[in-house]
């Protein structure tokens, strides 16, 4: 093999030739830190969150064709690129040369918060426009598909792509053939357009035009080079690994023959994660390039042939001129496009992954494996014996699979896939299959019948004897009933099967086969109505697809006062002031600081039990590894190793007995994140396990282990209210935790100064001054010694509270010995398992009411998860049961709380902190109410409302006006009455899919229960050339805070907003600023920037008076001639806040937040999946200051409330252990995921307060708003169990998943399935 050491490729149009490459490098890594192109984000390092996405364009010379794809760089091999072109965010567009019309219309549309995903967005719509320059909205939705966002809702960043699509003003409807343009859609009345109170929220007309001329071209020097090079293998030599790029097929089987082992590297969607997240190493890999048979297209008359080296995506183009729908069907949900468009045809046969979308459809279509090897071609067939790796069946050491026979179907013959995953789109499958039935010449009997599933096992499997059992039925119901119970015989799950949902999975199996028999019954009707009567309108809904119309919204917002300045810009939709950066990828993030003289990485070591004694710790042979500097042991600590800000201390480094898998044992130091990593996993404790082991709440409350005693709260007479009313119940719901997944893992970067001990932290933090103290703490200095700075944050929740914190007091130590800057960045899976997250939730209810649905007494218990130590846990259910009233008026309660200490890692604030918890089990209790007395549960929740002027249950004033005008606005924008009609008729006409329509209210308090936890202060300072610094003590997590307080100066300055800049938060300039959090960011620093601004402009008054028509230049050097200060700080005491829990009394909170939401859904009853089809929601925001970062605060925090109420779902294994470690098993709401109709107004503003211009802060509110959604579901569910006879209670947990729908949606199939003795099996995970 004649090697050529020498890679070459383009990047951003600029020749990079490496000489000596590792083979390991990725191209993210080597992107961010060899060419410091940090556009190019790191969210999960594994394909499933899109942050990477970059453009990969390649020549081809033999069709002299270019493929621009686009590609997660964190799976992509720099090797397998010799001869490509990437494009990064950073060639598409800048500020210093000209941004590009997909970064201005993203940016300009608010398709932005954070703007961590938006590099990806922005890469994956640019690679769409350079293949369709006009695309359709489903390609626009596919393009997004892959990319990950946490903030927005992902509807702005529809509306800004939409702007490129030819048709944009139209949801391009495919349902039923009916798009929003027609006339009377659903006979209902259309969403009102275009409301006069209600600009736009961006302006389509200022849009850069898109000019596809003037993109980058593929680098002329590489097409030579792919034209004109002699091709020959190439070959990379690491330090551990040998990259070998044959280019002709013999050369490749002469590899493959010296390496037998090697893995055949195409996509590296498989072999890179299995490197990455579970340790595989390979000495050799082989990766052929361009080899021309590999991507082979042969049309036969029997069938298609297919490469094996065609990537997923272009099988799918092929398909899409034959008729292969079924695979068709599953290509267009597998994964997402990046993914698509790396991963080959033949890796993803032979990967045979469990949960394969094509090898069930392939091995049942009796598809054939084209083999080569030295010893030449064979065949073999693509069948359970192949799938189940059986030698004999399976490829030799030395064979390489060249193609892929798809034989067509015959007449009579039908095949057909199913698939249901916990999200739609972008998710693997929980249970997919392919099937296929051949009758022969007619007559109904069956001749052939193969049916594979997939995710049911350690592979593919095949129901092989139920289907040769069969052969010779009729297709008849008899038949159908047969199948089943074959079925499950055959393909039987244990209790405690892998990935567990194993009740679920077995009703599938034969749901997907009943989906099966209907679908070819109606294709035998529509063959030969004569003989095949086909199905009864009703049951046809099982066939169709749950609604799937493109997506459209409108927000609806008053506009500012006609006599307001044009150039104050308080109350208008302006864009985030880092919009731009965020889209070309300017805006830097703490990772993206460039890695400065001798700095050290810093990798955490963590328990790997949940209660246990560390017997010992061995170092040694992490220690020997190259590059490892040091391992900070408790020891380093110096004796401070624990820090309350709770009460409770909470340790920083763990070495005697640990309380909880990922706790913080010790810390590798190395030279490079590489080696402190692998280092990390050389680290060696022995544990000897403790008990007990409390995981769950149940457990808690058994062993009674709390965290302190209980919260209590009461009002009224609770027991003497239980005496008179009509009627009395006791229900309980259970409530899952959730994941922050801000888009940026913690970061943080500890640079000593040199000097008198100072030190700089940058860090992604939401309490700068808390990282201050705790570091200053651990390193023994006082505090003005250490300086935090946050330019800004890839988004927090909460979450970069506390627990960053900690880690941020253990990053520095390393430099007391080495004197050295030291970076700790945490990936995905560990920032996952250490950090916590939202409180899983427990609560019991006892109503009392009236037959005409009053509640009189309402009994409360809230159980929250608090994890291994106390963090925020006890506030969180403070909180929780001082809003467990939300927006009801009960005239007699008692609520009490108990946080729970258990061995999960210790659970801390996410946005909403205990309310989004509190209020699903109050909304609960209203449903149940309802449907004990036969009322809908809206109406029960007006009924309870709170009306005008009231007290809350701690006796706070409240008035409600706003509450009910919220209410009332939303059933009418929403049509509820109308919609709630037709959804029932859709209900009585459809068996198998139904609908539900439910709209909940919303009572939000805003206050943070102390006037000193509220304090805020600015500074303000004016330049002699007239421009204006502001800093304030809030920290910019993707909420628009810096764009808001720049807007509160340019007003009160009366400057235009150009003028004022904001560089950042630092404990330098704002000194002991509180936490950024509670809805009240922009609230309290706005406070403290006017009180700044209006110093200054008081000072100053005399010399612009004097000056009028002077400049603030003019100004500013007149007040520094006169000796007048230029700065001034500004300061808010905080509102007045106080809550006595012995009396039950106080004013915890300054203001409340109301709202609204409807929302409907659909469901598959069959499958348990659900489509949001529309939701509606009216919110009281007082006088925005900015509509558009207030509508992205509500659509965002919805869809986030959404996805905690729907899909996301943790999993602990009985032992502990957090399985849901990143995007490819935690699913939070993707494109897909966002209601068809998204429609957001404001309620016109009516009250002025004392709050910054009657403003109101919405960070959190929405959250709750999602379970509109939960509770639509559970209309739809009811109507299935009412329609079935189930007319009894109906418990729903939350998350409410395919899982539970498909479950609480009995039938005939849940019945048949078989069920196992609890207690006889180890399940594989257990609720907590
Ligand atoms: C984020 C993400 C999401 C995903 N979602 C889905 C999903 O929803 N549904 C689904 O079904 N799958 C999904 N997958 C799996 C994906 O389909 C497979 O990883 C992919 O198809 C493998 O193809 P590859 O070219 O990347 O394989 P590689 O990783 O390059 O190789 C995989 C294996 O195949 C062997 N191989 C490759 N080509 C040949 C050949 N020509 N001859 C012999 N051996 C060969 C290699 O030796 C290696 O062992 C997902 C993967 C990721 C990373
Ligand atoms: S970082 Fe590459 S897909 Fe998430
Ligand atoms: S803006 Fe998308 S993750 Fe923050």
């Given at each position: 093999?004649?090697?050529?050491?020498?890679l070459?490729?383009?990047?951003?149009?600029?020749k990079?030739?490496?000489?000596?490459?590792?083979?390991?490098?990725?191209?993210l890594?080597?992107?961010?830190?060899k060419?410091?192109?940090?556009g190019?984000?790191?969210?999960?390092?594994?394909g499933?969150?899109?942050?990477?996405?970059?453009?990969?364009?390649?020549?081809?010379?033999?069709?002299?064709r270019?493929?621009?794809?686009?590609?997660n760089?964190?799976?992509?091999?720099?090797?397998?690129?010799?001869?490509?072109?990437v494009?990064?965010?950073?060639?598409?567009?800048?500020?210093?040369a000209?941004i590009?019309p997909?970064?201005?219309r993203?940016a300009?549309?608010?398709?932005t918060q954070?703007?961590?995903?938006?590099?990806?967005?922005?890469?994956?719509?640019?690679?769409?426009l350079?293949?369709?320059?006009e695309p359709?909205?489903?390609?626009?939705?596919?393009?997004l598909?892959?990319?990950?966002?946490?903030?927005t809702?992902?509807?702005?960043?529809?509306?800004a792509?939409k702007?490129?699509c030819?048709?944009?003003?139209?949801?391009q409807?495919?349902?039923?053939?009916?798009?929003c343009?027609?006339q009377?859609?659903n006979?209902?009345?259309?969403?009102?357009?275009?409301?006069?109170?209600?600009?736009?929220?961006?302006?389509?007309e200022?849009?850069?035009p898109?000019?596809?001329?003037?993109?980058?071209?593929f680098?002329?020097e590489?097409?030579?080079?792919?034209?004109?090079?002699p091709?020959?293998?190439?070959?990379?030599?690491?330090d551990r690994?040998?990259?070998?790029?044959?280019?002709?097929?013999?050369?490749l089987?002469?590899?493959k023959?010296?390496?037998?082992q090697?893995?055949?590297?195409?996509?590296?969607?498989?072999?890179g994660?299995e490197v990455?997240?579970k340790?595989?190493?390979?000495?050799?890999?082989?990766?052929?390039?361009?080899?021309?048979?590999?991507s082979?297209?042969?049309?036969a008359?029997?069938?298609?042939?297919?490469?094996?080296?065609?990537?997923?995506?272009q099988?799918?183009e092929?398909?899409k001129?034959?008729?292969?729908?079924?695979?068709?069907?599953h290509?267009?949900?597998?994964a997402?496009?990046q993914?698509?468009?790396?991963?080959?045809?033949g890796?993803?046969i032979?990967?045979?992954?469990?949960?394969?979308?094509?090898?069930p459809?392939l091995?049942?279509?009796?598809?054939?494996l084209n083999?080569?090897?030295?010893?030449?071609?064979?065949?073999?067939?693509?069948?359970?014996?192949?799938?189940?790796?059986?030698?004999?069946?399976?490829?030799?050491?030395?064979?390489?699979?060249?193609?892929?026979?798809?034989?067509?179907?015959?007449?009579?013959?039908?095949?057909s896939a199913?698939r249901q995953?916990?999200?739609?789109?972008?998710?693997?499958?929980?249970?997919?299959?392919?099937?296929?039935?051949?009758?022969?010449?007619?007559?109904?009997?069956?001749r052939?019948l193969?049916?594979?599933?997939g995710?049911v096992?350690?592979t593919?499997?095949?129901?092989?004897?139920?289907?040769?059992?069969?052969?010779?039925?009729?297709?008849n119901?008899?038949?159908?009933?047969?199948?089943?119970r074959?079925i499950l015989?055959?393909?039987?799950l244990?209790?405690?099967?892998?990935?567990?949902?194993?009740e679920?999975?077995?009703t599938?199996?034969i749901?997907?086969?009943?989906k099966?028999?209907l679908k070819v019954?109606?294709?035998?009707?529509t063959?030969?109505?004569?003989r095949?009567?086909g199905l009864a309108?009703?049951?046809?809904?099982?066939l169709?697809?749950?609604?799937?119309?493109?997506?459209?919204?409108?927000?609806?917002y008053?506009?500012?006062?006609?006599?307001?300045?044009?150039q104050?810009?308080?109350?208008?939709?302006?864009m985030?002031?880092?919009?731009?950066?965020?889209?070309t990828?300017?805006?830097?993030?703490?990772?993206?600081?460039?890695?400065?003289?001798?700095?050290?990485?810093?990798?955490?070591?963590t328990?790997?039990?949940?209660?246990?004694?560390i017997?010992?710790?061995d170092l040694?042979e992490?220690?020997?590894?190259?590059?490892?500097?040091?391992?900070?042991?408790e020891?380093?600590?110096?004796?401070v190793?624990?820090?309350?800000?709770f009460g409770?201390?909470?340790?920083?480094?763990?070495?005697q007995?640990?309380?909880?898998?990922g706790q913080?044992?010790c810390?590798?130091v190395?030279?490079?994140?590489?080696?402190?990593?692998?280092?990390?996993?050389r680290?060696?404790?022995?544990?000897?396990?403790?008990?007990?082991?409390?995981?769950?709440?149940?457990?808690?409350?058994?062993?009674?282990?709390?965290?302190?005693g209980?919260?209590?709260?009461e009002?009224?007479?609770?027991?003497?209210?239980?005496?008179?009313?009509d009627?009395i119940?006791?229900g309980?719901?259970?409530?899952?935790?959730?994941?922050h997944f801000?888009?940026?893992t913690q970061?943080?970067?500890?640079v000593?100064?040199?000097e008198?001990?100072?030190?700089?932290v940058?860090?992604?933090?939401?309490?700068?001054?808390?990282i201050?103290?705790?570091?200053?703490?651990t390193?023994?200095?006082?505090?003005n010694k250490?300086?935090?700075?946050?330019?800004?944050?890839?988004?927090?929740?909460?979450?970069?509270v506390?627990?960053?914190?900690?880690m941020?007091?253990?990053t520095?130590s390393?430099?007391?010995?080495?004197?050295?800057?030291?970076?700790?960045i945490?990936e995905?899976?560990?920032?996952?398992?250490?950090?916590?997250g939202?409180?899983p939730?427990?609560?019991?209810?006892?109503?009392?009411f009236?037959?005409?649905?009053?509640?009189?007494?309402?009994?409360?218990?809230?159980?929250?998860?608090?994890g291994?130590?106390?963090?925020?846990?006890?506030?969180?259910?403070?909180?929780?049961?001082?809003?467990?009233?939300n927006?009801?008026?009960?005239?007699?309660?008692?609520?009490r709380?108990?946080?729970c200490?258990?061995?999960?890692?210790?659970?801390?604030a996410?946005?909403?902190?205990?309310?989004?918890?509190?209020?699903?089990i109050t909304?609960n209790?209203?449903?149940?109410?309802?449907a004990k007395?036969?009322?809908?549960?809206?109406?029960?929740?007006?009924?309870?409302?709170?009306?005008?002027?009231d007290?809350?249950p701690?006796k706070?004033e409240?008035?409600a006006?706003?509450?009910i005008?919220?209410?009332?606005e939303?059933?009418?924008?929403?049509s509820y009455?109308l919609r709630?009609?037709?959804?029932e008729?859709f209900?009585?006409?459809?068996?198998w899919?139904?609908?539900g329509?439910?709209?909940v209210?919303?009572?939000?308090?805003?206050?943070v229960?102390s006037t000193?936890?509220?304090?805020?202060?600015?500074?303000?300072?004016?330049?002699?050339?007239?421009?204006?610094?502001?800093?304030?003590?809030?920290?910019?997590m993707?909420q628009?805070?810096?764009?808001?307080?720049?807007?509160?100066?340019?007003?009160?300055?009366?400057?235009?907003?150009?003028?004022v800049?904001?560089?950042?938060?630092?404990?330098?300039?704002?000194p002991n600023?509180n936490?950024?959090?509670?809805?009240?960011v922009?609230?309290?620093?706005?406070?403290a920037?006017k009180d700044?601004?209006?110093?200054?402009?008081?000072?100053?008054?005399?010399?612009?008076?004097?000056n009028?028509?002077?400049?603030?230049k003019?100004?500013?050097?007149?007040?520094?001639?006169?000796?007048?200060?230029?700065?001034?700080?500004?300061?808010?005491?905080?509102?007045?806040s106080?809550?006595?829990w012995e009396t039950g009394?106080?004013?915890p909170?300054?203001?409340?937040?109301f709202?609204?939401?409807?929302?409907?859904?659909?469901?598959?009853?069959?499958?348990?999946?659900?489509k949001?089809?529309?939701?509606?929601i009216v919110m009281?925001?007082g006088h925005s200051?900015n509509?558009a970062?207030?509508?992205?605060?509500?659509?965002g925090?919805f869809?986030?409330?959404m996805?905690?109420?729907?899909?996301?779902e943790?999993?602990y294994s009985?032992?502990g252990?957090l399985?849901t470690?990143?995007?490819?098993?935690?699913?939070?709401?993707?494109?897909?995921?966002v209601p068809t109709?998204?429609?957001v107004?404001?309620?016109?503003?009516?009250?002025?307060?004392?709050?910054?211009?009657?403003?109101k802060?919405?960070?959190?509110?929405?959250?709750?708003?999602?379970c509109?959604?939960?509770?639509?579901?559970?209309?739809?569910?009811?109507?299935?169990?009412?329609?079935?006879g189930?007319l009894?209670?109906?418990?729903?947990?939350?998350?409410?998943?395919?899982?539970?729908?498909?479950?609480?949606?009995?039938?005939?199939f849940t019945?048949?399935?078989?069920?196992?003795e609890?207690g006889s099996y180890?399940?594989?995970?257990?609720?907590v």
């Open positions: 093999m004649d090697g050529a050491a020498e070459v490729f383009c990047v951003n149009g600029r990079v030739i490496e000489k000596n490459v590792d083979p390991e490098t990725m191209l890594p080597y992107l961010r830190k060419l410091q192109l940090t190019t984000k790191y969210g999960c390092g594994g499933g969150c899109g942050a990477c996405t970059v453009m990969i364009s390649r020549y081809n010379p033999i069709t002299k270019i493929r621009h794809y686009p590609a760089a964190c799976l992509l091999p720099i090797c397998s690129l010799h001869g490509a072109a494009t990064t965010v950073e060639g598409v567009g800048s500020t210093k000209r590009h997909v970064q201005e993203i300009k549309c608010h398709g954070c703007g961590f995903c938006t590099p990806g967005m922005v890469m994956s719509i640019y690679t769409l350079r293949n369709h320059p359709t909205l489903d390609q626009l939705t596919d393009a598909g892959g990319n990950l966002c946490r903030c809702g992902y509807r702005p960043i529809i509306d792509c702007t490129f030819k048709t944009s003003g139209c949801c409807s495919k349902e039923n053939g009916v798009c343009l027609d009377g859609i006979e209902l009345p259309e969403f009102e357009e275009g409301n006069k109170t209600s600009p736009k929220l961006f302006s389509e200022e849009f850069l898109l000019d596809p001329t003037q993109e980058l071209i680098p002329p590489l097409m030579i080079m792919a034209e004109k090079q091709q020959r293998t190439r070959v990379f030599v690491g690994m040998t990259w070998i790029s044959p280019v002709t097929l013999k050369e089987l002469e590899a023959v010296k390496y037998p090697a893995p055949i590297v195409m996509g590296n969607t498989s072999v994660p990455r997240f340790g595989a190493f390979h000495p050799v890999i082989i990766s052929p390039e361009c080899i021309e048979e590999l082979v297209v042969n049309h008359d029997d069938g298609l042939t297919l490469g094996a080296g065609l990537s997923l995506a099988v799918k092929i398909l001129t034959q008729t292969y729908h079924a695979l068709l069907k290509l267009g949900t597998l997402g496009c993914i698509r468009n790396m991963a080959s045809l890796g993803h032979v990967s045979r992954h469990l949960d394969s979308d094509l090898n459809l091995a049942v279509g009796n598809c054939t083999l080569l090897s030295k010893e030449g071609e064979r065949q073999i067939p693509l069948n359970e014996q192949f799938l189940t790796k059986c030698p004999s069946a399976d490829l030799k050491p030395g064979e390489i699979l060249v193609s892929v026979n798809i034989p067509y179907s015959r007449k009579w013959e039908f095949v199913f995953a916990q999200r739609q789109q972008n998710a693997l499958a929980i249970v997919n299959s392919g099937m296929r039935v051949f009758f022969g010449e007619g007559g109904g009997i069956i052939e193969s049916i594979a599933y995710g096992g350690p593919t499997i095949c129901a092989k004897n139920s289907c040769q059992k069969l052969i010779g039925r009729p297709w119901e008899e038949m159908l009933d047969a199948a089943c074959l015989d055959e393909v039987s244990p209790g405690w099967a892998p990935g567990g949902k194993v679920f999975k077995r599938l199996l749901s997907f086969f009943f099966f028999y019954s109606q294709i035998l009707k063959m030969d109505p004569v095949y009567p309108d009703k049951y046809e809904s099982a169709e697809d749950l609604h799937s119309r493109n997506h459209w919204g409108t927000s609806k008053q506009d500012v006062d006609p006599k307001q300045l044009p104050d810009p308080i109350g208008r939709p302006i985030h002031l880092s919009g731009i950066k965020h889209t990828g300017e805006a830097i993030y703490c990772d993206d600081m460039p890695v400065l003289d001798g700095e050290l990485f810093l990798a955490f070591v328990s790997s039990r949940a209660h246990a004694e017997v010992s710790i040694s992490a220690l020997s590894l190259p590059g490892v500097v040091d391992i900070v042991t020891e380093d600590l110096r004796g190793n624990s820090f309350g800000l409770e201390p909470e340790k920083l480094l763990e070495t007995e640990v309380s909880c898998v913080l044992v810390a590798v190395a030279d490079s994140e590489v080696q402190a990593k692998r280092a990390a996993k680290v060696k404790i022995v544990y000897q396990d403790l008990e007990p082991v409390i995981l769950t709440i149940e457990e808690a409350i058994r062993h009674h282990s709390f965290f302190q209980e919260r209590k709260l009002y009224g007479n609770v027991d003497e209210a239980f005496k008179v009313v009627q119940l006791e309980e719901i259970h409530m899952g935790g959730q994941e801000y888009m940026e970061s943080m970067l500890a000593p100064k040199g008198d001990q100072e030190m700089d940058y860090v992604s933090s939401q309490f700068p001054k808390y201050q103290d705790i570091v200053a703490a390193l023994k200095v006082p505090a250490i300086m935090c700075h946050v330019k800004r944050v890839g988004g927090a929740f909460g979450g970069k506390t627990k960053t914190g900690i941020a007091a253990i520095p390393p430099h007391l010995l080495h004197g050295c800057p030291v970076r700790c945490l995905r899976g560990e920032d996952m398992l250490i950090t916590g939202r409180h939730y427990l609560g019991k209810y006892k109503a009392g009236m037959n005409d649905g009053r509640i009189l007494a309402l009994d409360v218990e809230h159980y929250c998860n608090g291994s130590t106390l963090d925020e846990s006890l506030f969180v259910i403070e909180i929780g049961l001082l809003k467990v009233d927006a009801y008026k009960f005239p007699n309660l008692r609520f709380g108990w946080a200490r258990t061995n999960l890692p210790s659970n801390t996410l946005r909403g902190f205990g309310f989004p918890q509190s209020g699903l909304e209790c209203i449903t149940e109410v309802a007395c036969g009322l809908s549960p809206e109406k029960v929740r007006m009924m309870n409302m709170y009306k005008e002027i007290q809350t701690y706070q409240i008035d006006t706003n509450l005008q919220c209410w009332k939303c059933m009418a924008t929403s009455s709630k009609v037709a959804v008729k209900n009585s006409e459809n068996y899919k139904k609908k329509l439910a709209m209210p919303l009572k939000f308090p805003v206050g229960l000193a936890a509220a304090q805020a202060a600015a500074l303000v300072h004016i330049y002699l050339d007239g421009s204006v610094l502001v800093t304030h003590g809030g920290i910019e993707g628009g805070v810096h764009t808001k307080m720049i807007q509160v100066a340019s007003r009160e300055l009366r400057m235009p907003m150009s003028n800049h904001l560089r950042g938060t630092s404990t330098e300039t704002v600023a936490v950024s959090g509670g809805s009240l922009a609230d309290l620093n706005g406070l920037v700044a601004c209006q110093t200054l402009l008081k000072r100053l008054e005399p010399i612009i008076s004097k009028p028509k002077g400049t603030w003019d100004w500013a050097q007149a007040a520094f001639d006169e000796s007048i200060s230029l700065s001034a700080t500004g300061y808010f005491r905080g509102y007045e106080h809550m006595n009394e106080g004013h909170f300054e203001y409340f937040v709202g609204a939401a409807c929302s409907e859904v659909e469901i598959d009853c069959l499958t348990g999946a659900h949001n089809i529309r939701t509606d009281d925001i200051i509509p970062l207030d509508v992205g605060q509500i659509e925090a869809i986030q409330g996805g905690l109420y729907t899909i996301e943790l999993k009985p032992q252990v399985y470690r990143g995007p490819d098993q935690y699913k939070i709401p993707a494109v897909s995921d109709e998204l429609h107004s404001f309620l016109p503003p009516s009250q002025n307060s004392n709050t910054l211009y009657s403003s802060g919405l960070g959190e509110p929405g959250v709750f708003l999602g509109s959604v939960f509770f639509a579901i559970h209309d739809a569910v009811r109507a299935a169990r009412q329609e079935r189930l009894g209670p109906l418990k729903l947990d939350s998350p409410l998943t395919p899982e539970k729908i498909r479950m609480a949606c009995e039938d005939k019945k048949m399935i078989p069920r196992d609890p180890v399940p594989w995970n257990i609720p």
